[in-house]
């Protein structure tokens, strides 16, 4: 769903109901250094933040973020540190809190369970991400946008209270580069006993699925099946790729899982991409999957975290059958396929933004002549990425999606002149299921009227 539309209240109210709910793991540094310097309206940050184990790394990030408040008309966010193979201590902490406090206020009363979902792709932030979330106690770790192969380790290291590691891709580069974290330096004698949490995979071939499942240290213990029709990244399709007449990638045969080989893995599995109805919720448990992963049901529904004005311009689009999603193959800066809702005014066709890399989460590592490494992004400024060795080609087309996903839950960034960071909303491309639930609740609908829906008594 992109960066805090599933969000704590979103989750929460999914796990009430008896399923998992599942907050997004991605950029909640930035998440919370953002909503603490609006003041942190309702104060649930601040409540979380103080049942982190750690007073005093709570209290570092409330003094530098938090503003009483919050921030005066036209005053754009304080820059926050991003995070790299080696981050500053500073970046590391707020990226703990930023998840501790998402997965703990979606905790928070009950005992129903809570997932986070991370992209392996952004690979610099998911050592602390994950840390982070296991200190709020999370129930399960769910990957994609990669081969999560390393995954599993990092979960039993942080639950021993051991250093984790991860192999950081970087490009030009035939050194093997790690990021490592030791919960221990973090916090000493405050680091509580940690729990390790479920492990979803998510893949889109069986081929994969088997793959990640010969070896014990690489096996999760489930996977999300996740078609091309879904929302957000996408793997691009298998061999050449072409291009349909409105410029979306073409899928065939080969793009689909085969559900018997998954099913003779032996370890649970769910859909996802087009599973969105009651009807094929049966089909997917007919084929013996554990149950379905939905998003654009859940992103459209009143607890999202997208603001008021886009979830209302999205369910008066499917209502008048104007809402088109498109599966944009030049988007994302990470060259995989990313679904873009066709809003307006959209990046394309508002006042031109200027072009700037300054969140940095989807920047990949590429190893200078002198053998230090740099972060390029086919977004940031075309004459730094070419000097960075990339290819003026690959900045065609691309949009800063860091921002423009912050912008999508009224965390976007005011710039130079007056201008504000424009939104990018994805959904999944198959629309079917919140057509039907919304002929039940045309005004729009809860997450708790999407899971009885889909779960019918």
């Known amino acids: 769903m992109g ?29 919370l250094a ?42 754009p966010y304080r820059p926050h540190p991003t995070l790299t193979i080696a ?32 992209l392996e792709k952004v690979q610099t932030a998911n050592t602390s991400a994950i840390l982070g979330a296991m200190i709020a106690d999370v129930d399960y770790v769910i990957m994609g946008a990669g081969v999560p192969r390393e995954i599993p380790r990092l979960l ?25 974290l030791d919960p221990v330096d973090h916090l000493g004698p405050d680091l509580p006993a940690l729990r390790r949490p479920h492990f979803l995979a998510i893949v889109s071939l069986h081929v994969l699925a088997d793959y990640l499942n010969r070896d014990p240290e690489i096996r999760p213990d489930g996977f999300i099946v996740e078609g091309p ?24 045969s080969r793009d ?50 997208l603001t008021p004005t886009l979830r209302k311009t999205l ?25 873009v809702a066709e809003l307006q005014p959209t990046q394309e066709d508002a006042k031109p933004r200027e072009r700037i890399c300054d969140l940095g989460y989807l920047r990949v590592p590429v190893e200078r002549a002198d053998k230090t490494v740099a972060y390029r992004c086919p977004s940031e400024p075309t004459h730094m990425y070419i000097r960075k060795g990339g290819s ?15 912008a999508n839950v009224g965390l976007g960034q005011l710039r130079r002149g007056g201008y504000e960071e424009e939104p990018a909303v994805t959904l999944g491309q198959d629309l079917a299921g919140a057509e039907q639930l919304q002929s039940l609740h045309p005004g729009g609908w809860t997450a708790r009227q999407a899971v009885d829906w889909l779960l019918p008594a």
């Open 315 to 339: 369910v008066s689009q499917l209502a008048d059958g104007s809402l088109v999603v498109r599966n944009d193959p030049r988007a994302s800066p990470t060259g995989f396929p990313f679904k």
């Open 34 to 75: 953002r909503v603490l310097q609006d003041g942190d309206q309702g104060g649930h940050r601040r409540r979380a933040l103080s049942h982190f184990p750690s007073p005093d790394m709570a209290q570092r990030v409330l003094d530098r973020y938090f503003l009483e408040g919050g921030r005066p008309p036209g005053q």
């Open 256 to 305: 689909e899982a085969d559900l018997t080989r998954v099913a003779a893995v032996g370890l649970p599995f769910w859909l996802a991409g087009g599973y969105a109805t009651p009807e094929k919720v049966a089909q997917a448990l007919a084929a013996g999957a554990a149950g379905v992963q939905t998003g654009t049901l859940f992103a459209m529904a009143e607890e999202s975290g």
């Open 229 to 252: 029709r879904a929302g957000g990244h996408s793997s691009p399709p298998r061999g050449r790729l072409v291009l349909d007449d409105i410029g979306e990638p073409v899928y065939g």
């Open 3 to 31: 960066i805090a539309v599933s969000a704590w209240q979103l989750a929460r109210e999914v796990s009430l109901c008896g399923q998992l709910g599942v907050v997004s793991g991605t950029a909640l540094d930035g998440v």
């Open 156 to 180: 039993t290291d942080f639950a021993a209270g051991h250093t984790g590691h991860l192999t950081i891709d970087v490009a030009g580069s035939a050194t093997v580069h790690r990021a490592s």
């Open 87 to 118: 981050p500053a201590r500073d970046a590391i902490e707020l990226s703990l809190l930023g998840n501790f406090s998402e997965v703990w206020l979606a905790k928070e009363g009950h005992a129903g369970e809570v997932g986070i979902n991370m």
């Open 392 to 406: 003026l080609e690959d900045t065609v087309g691309r949009q800063c999606l860091c921002n423009a996903l912050m």
